[in-house]
Structures are given as structure tokens and as C-alpha cells.
T-cell receptor, first 118, second 109 residues
Framework: DGGITQSPKYLFRKEGQNVTLSCEQN?????MYWYRQDPGQGLRLIYY???????QKGDIAEGYSVSREKKESFPLTVTSAQKNPTAFYLC?????????????????FGAGTRLSVL | DAKTTQPPSMDCAEGRAANLPCNHS???????VYWYRQIHSQGPQYIIH???NNETNEMASLIITEDRKSSTLILPHATLRDTAVYYC??????????FGTGTSLTVIP
């Protein structure tokens, strides 16, 4: 089945540690996105990528880094500079590159990774 | 992108229609209205979207007022599996959007 796979489902970070969240899609979508969701809140955009080897910051990029070396993969690294990393992280993709909300450019989401601090 | 306002919670009896309202009074002419839902600890799921006309698909119907300042998502025969948080989003393009706190719908047996 086509879809977006996020791993791991649960992740724990120690103080000062960098951790990487995996996101893989087999939908042949051009664009990929990372969101953060805090309890009882909506989604906030961290980074997005519309093409391989290119990505842009979203609203809350500080303390995070990404790479897009392959079309199907968009890993997110939560660095030690992110002082409050505990949250639910969601990866998404869209077929086109006109942004997630343009017409029929529907976003497809993964199941998420829940990150906690030890 | 326009901000949206939704009631924080709603209940609906199983088998009845669930009508979820959304206010987007500052929506611009080229912004679409999208509805997603999120079941606890899962990724959001696309439901439906529209621009001006009412829309229907296998999951739901979307009714947009003529002035486009509000809309209603209708789940025609709610089931227990429809219990989720429903998000209404008004957006055009780019990657700036407002993904608010949504409406927590509880379907009651």
C-alpha cells in the first residue's frame, strides 16, 4: 500500500542529545513537510521541501534540521538546541509543489512520532 | 491565510447526522476550505475541501455559505469510528496556514 511511514513511533531524548525522526513515502510525491503538535493544540509547520536537495523553514524551525537527499525520504533531526522537544511530530506529503493547500494538492500524513525527554 | 473558528466540542448520537460548523469570516476569494480529522495519536486524515460550491464525497458533505464566511461539515450517519478532532482550514497556497484546535466530536452510542 502506498503511504507515509514514520519511525520510530516513540522516541526518548537525553539531555544534550540530537535525535533523528525518519519519514519515508512511496507515493511519488514531490513535496514533504514536518509538523509539530503539542497537547490540545493544532499543527505547526517546522520545515518543508518541494524538491530534492532543497528545503525551507516553517514557523518554528529553530532547533531542528532536515535533509532531502532522496525524493522519498525527509528525515528530521531534533537538535540539542531545541529546549522543549516533547511533542507529537507529523510528516506529510503532497503530490505537487504548489503548497499543501492549493486546490487539490491534498496533504497525506504519517502516523506520527511521539518524542519525550528523559 | 484566514483564521478559522470552531466550537471546541460537540456530541452526536450514533446514526444521526453530525453537523460541524466553522467560521472563516476573513477568507479571501481564492482560499479553499479544507476539512481534516485526527483520531487520537494518529496523523490527520483528509475529508473534503471546497471553494464556493457545496461538495460531497463518500465521507461527508461540505456546505459553504454564499458569502463564504462560514461552512458546515456534515457526516450523514455518524458512527463511533467518527469520534475524532475535526479541523477546518482556510488556505490558498504556499505553506502558511492556520491549523487551530478544531472540534472534538464524540459520537454517543
Amino acid at each position: 500500500d502506498g503511504g507515509i511511514t514514520q519511525s520510530p513511533k516513540y522516541l526518548f531524548r537525553k539531555e544534550g542529545q540530537n535525535v533523528t525522526l525518519s519519514c519515508e513515502q512511496n507515493l511519488n510525491h514531490d513535496a514533504m513537510y514536518w509538523y509539530r503538535q503539542d497537547p490540545g493544540q493544532g499543527l505547526r509547520l517546522i520545515y518543508y521541501s518541494q524538491i530534492v536537495n532543497d528545503f525551507q523553514k516553517g514557523d518554528i524551525a529553530e532547533g531542528y534540521s532536515v535533509s532531502r537527499e532522496k525524493k522519498e525520504s525527509f528525515p528530521l533531526t531534533v537538535t540539542s538546541a531545541q529546549k522543549n522537544p516533547t511533542a507529537f511530530y507529523l510528516c506529510a506529503s503532497t503530490p505537487g509543489t504548489s503548497g499543501p493547500w492549493f486546490g487539490k494538492n491534498i496533504q497525506y500524513f504519517g502516523a506520527g512520532t511521539r518524542l519525550s525527554v528523559l | 491565510d484566514a483564521k478559522t473558528t470552531q466550537p471546541p466540542s460537540m456530541d452526536c448520537a450514533e446514526g444521526r447526522a453530525a453537523n460541524l460548523p466553522c467560521n472563516h469570516s476573513t477568507i479571501s476569494g481564492n482560499e479553499y476550505v479544507y476539512w481534516y480529522r485526527q483520531i487520537h495519536s494518529q496523523g490527520p486524515q483528509y475529508i473534503i475541501h471546497g471553494l464556493k460550491n457545496n461538495e460531497t464525497n463518500e465521507m461527508a458533505s461540505l456546505i459553504i455559505t454564499e458569502d463564504r464566511k462560514s461552512s458546515t461539515l456534515i457526516l450523514p450517519h455518524a458512527t463511533l469510528r467518527d469520534t475524532a478532532v475535526y479541523y477546518c482550514i482556510a488556505a490558498y497556497t504556499g505553506n502558511q496556514f492556520y491549523f487551530g484546535t478544531g472540534t472534538s466530536l464524540t459520537v454517543i452510542p
